[in-house]
């Protein structure tokens, strides 16, 4: 008997996630119906999509992402909802995420002299730095909502990565909010920077902010599209006339980037590469103080911190799924998939799977090997995991030690983001002794 179509519709309404990821079903579909098709029904304001093939099982999930050449990130690039325009599929297609080697490669080596030991080797003590400096600042307080605090950490990071004034950091916040969240309506319109304490060229930027959220017809505009960025990337370019010796988009500019391509990257950058720990962080600590066991157990054997974020991001992968398209038919776990089909893995999912991890449903800070996918696999591999790793240990390794009795605030139930595609938190009370 197969699983009604409505229960698989689940894994694709963003809904779903704010009350959790659904782990039991991911476990249901697993057992019987590893790669199965997935309508997209209206949601809200958005309109339905064609439907897709969801990949659930770790060994499918780690094939279609090491095959590009069968499972393209290009031909209708990673997100699920498909591109409202043909421009807007082409202004996708010029960004790294959303493309195929070997145009991949070249733009993934224009930015990884910025990722290598030697270059983290310099952030890794401002890090250290930054993150003690966060939780003395908490400290007298007994009480605070986490998430904020998780958000400071990468923000800050990638400021100093990419240039940006430490004036304009919350404008990075906001771009983030508006992509990431905008099936949340507590993100969707995001605008928390305050004009009179942005430099010039931030407040300049603020003009090209989209007054309106939907397009000439009425429809939605997709967050991720030119328009519903244009103060972003005139951000970008401002920042580029004269960008601070060494930083990210100062590379990008020596590479000599086309126009897409450097709006692009500093899409990438300044969104993804700030949102995936924002998520990573609170979700990882929430994680910790719901297994209250391995908690101690942490508080005890600091030097097991390493291997606890991983586990970490495997319990709480920051990034739910990610999308390919099908170059030709293909075969995949039995199922037949035509050319043209979206493909979507799931990196839930496959961090679940009873047949990589025992025990997969519980916390294990010490578990190792750990074969999560929670930073992709394959060409597509995050190319900033290693500094995502340096950031999370520290501050992990800072909380666990500096605040005695950590636990959830009691009557605070944590608040998730409205996605299916972050694994996030809005809110997250946290007390101490």
């Not at 790294?96 to 490669?105: A, C, E, I, K, R």
């Not at 951000?235 to 086309?258: C, D």
């Not at 290693?386 to 030690?401: D, E």
Request: charged share 25%; net charge neutral; glycine share 6%.
């Amino acid at each position: 008997m197969g699983i009604d179509q409505a229960r698989v519709n689940r894994i694709f309404l963003p809904g779903t996630y704010s009350e959790g990821v659904p782990y039991g079903l991911f476990r249901e579909l697993r057992a019987q119906a590893p790669v199965c098709w997935v309508e997209e029904p209206v949601v809200g304001e958005w309109p339905a999509g064609p439907g897709y093939w969801a990949v659930l099982r770790h060994a499918d999930v780690k094939h279609v992402l090491r095959s590009p050449e069968d499972f393209s990130s290009y031909l209708g690039a990673t997100q699920i909802r498909d591109p409202d325009t043909r421009a807007d599929l082409e202004f996708a297609r010029a960004m790294m995420l959303n493309q195929d080697p070997p145009d991949h490669s070249r733009l993934r080596r224009a930015v990884a002299a910025a990722f290598t030991p030697r270059a983290l080797h310099e952030l890794t003590t401002a890090i250290e730095e930054r993150a003690a400096e966060l939780v003395q600042a908490i400290r007298p307080l007994g009480e605070v909502d986490f998430v904020p605090i998780a958000a400071d950490l990468p923000v800050w990071t990638l400021a100093r990565i990419l240039g940006v004034p430490e004036q304009d950091r919350q404008l990075l916040v906001d771009w983030s909010n508006r992509v990431i969240g905008y099936q949340d309506p507590d993100y969707a319109r995001s605008g928390t920077a305050d004009p009179s304490q942005l430099t010039d060229m931030g407040r300049t930027a603020l003009v090209h902010r989209p007054a309106a959220l939907t397009t000439r017809d009425g429809r939605p505009l997709n967050p991720r599209s030119r328009a519903a960025l244009a103060d972003m990337f005139a951000y970008a370019h401002a920042l580029a006339e004269k960008p601070p010796p060494g930083s990210i988009v100062a590379r990008m500019r020596e590479a000599g980037l086309s126009a897409d391509e450097f709006e692009t990257m500093f899409f990438l950058f300044g969104v993804a590469g700030n949102e995936t720990l924002r998520n990573g962080l609170p979700g990882g600590l929430y994680s910790l103080l719901i297994h209250p066991d391995q908690y101690v157990r942490l508080s005890r054997r600091p030097d097991l911190v390493a291997p606890a974020v991983e586990e970490m991001l495997r319990f709480w992968p920051p990034v739910l799924e990610f999308r390919r398209t099908a170059t030709r038919d293909v075969v995949l776990a039995g199922q037949p998939i035509r050319a043209g089909d979206k493909v979507v893995v799931y990196h839930a999912s496959a961090n679940r799977d009873e047949s990589v991890f025992h025990d997969a449903d519980r916390l294990d800070v010490a578990r190792m090997p750990n074969d999560h996918v929670s930073f992709g696999f394959g060409p597509h591999f995050c190319v900033g995991a290693r500094l995502a790793r340096v950031q999370m240990a520290a501050l992990i390794r800072r909380v666990v030690a500096g605040l005695p009795g950590l636990e959830l605030a009691p009557g605070a139930p944590p608040k998730r983001l409205v996605s299916n595609f972050q694994n996030g938190l809005k809110d997250l009370r946290m007390c101490w002794r």
